[in-house]
T-cell receptor, first 110, second 114 residues
Framework: RKEVEQDPGPFNVPEGATVAFNCTYS??????FFWYRQDCRKEPKLLMS???SGNEDGRFTAQLNRASQYISLLIRDSKLSDSATYLC???????????FGSGTKLNVKP | DVKVTQSSRYLVKRTGEKVFLECVQD?????MFWYRQDPGLGLRLIYF???????EKGDIPEGYSVSREKKERFSLILESASTNQTSMYLC????FGTGGTEAFFGQGTRLTVV
């Protein structure tokens, strides 16, 4: 079983739409949670960390549900520049191992 | 700003060659990682290191070895390159601790083995 599972998409949405991604993780002892963004042929970059209380950064909201072992990312008012692959990431028990989902591709259309 | 630098963006090597991929980070991070990324398979961990001269196998270590002689440098070695090692290789570093710090990536090396 994979450590982190994501729907690969693609999600094709019009500009201005709200879109939500979920991912699930298998290890209940996982310690830290992140969403990364990866543009085509580029390296992954941190989008935001995810906390149990939920956190928001502009148009982006991330939630963590430890009981159900899933993480979500909500993007409001989608922009063309949001088109990318979004990677769900969890760390192991000792924080020094990162487990990546295979990514969810988002295409925002004019 | 954290900087993780990989020695090459693109490499073409022949089957059977010994290949060295170098990675340097400038933020005194304890942890360093080597991943490969293939379409449909996501990022897979090859090896990681949590200290100088310390290393642990990841999920797909076969055909690879690593070296960490200095804290800032982590090298990936393909002992005898094969065509199924054609991939994007990504190096990352992070700080060890309870703060849950994120991983920072290098720009990637696209390796083609012919």
């Amino acid at each position: 079983r994979k450590e982190v599972e994501q729907d690969p998409g693609p999600f094709n949405v019009p500009e201005g739409a709200t879109v939500a991604f979920n991912c699930t993780y298998s290890n209940s002892a996982s310690q830290s949670f992140f969403w990364y963004r990866q543009d085509c042929r580029k390296e992954p970059k941190l989008l935001m960390s995810v906390y149990s209380s939920g956190n928001e950064d502009g148009r982006f909201t991330a939630q963590l549900n430890r009981a159900s072992q899933y993480i979500s990312l909500l993007i409001r008012d989608s922009k063309l520049s949001d088109s990318a692959t979004y990677l769900c990431v969890v760390t192991g028990v000792n924080f020094n191992k990162f487990y990546f989902g295979s990514g969810t591709k988002l295409n925002v259309k004019p | 700003d954290v900087k993780v630098t990989q020695s090459s963006r693109y490499l073409v090597k022949r089957t059977g060659e010994k290949v060295f991929l170098e990675c340097v980070q400038d933020m005194d991070h304890e942890n360093m990682f080597w991943y490969r990324q293939d379409p449909g398979l996501g990022l897979r961990l090859i090896y990681f290191s949590y200290d100088v001269k310390m290393k642990e196998k990841g999920d797909i270590p076969e055909g690879y070895s690593v070296s960490r002689e200095k804290k800032e440098r982590f090298s990936l070695i393909l002992e005898s390159a094969s065509t199924n090692q054609t991939s994007m290789y990504l190096c990352a570093s992070s700080s060890f601790g309870t703060g849950g710090t994120e991983a920072f990536f290098g720009q990637g090396t696209r390796l083609t083995v012919v």
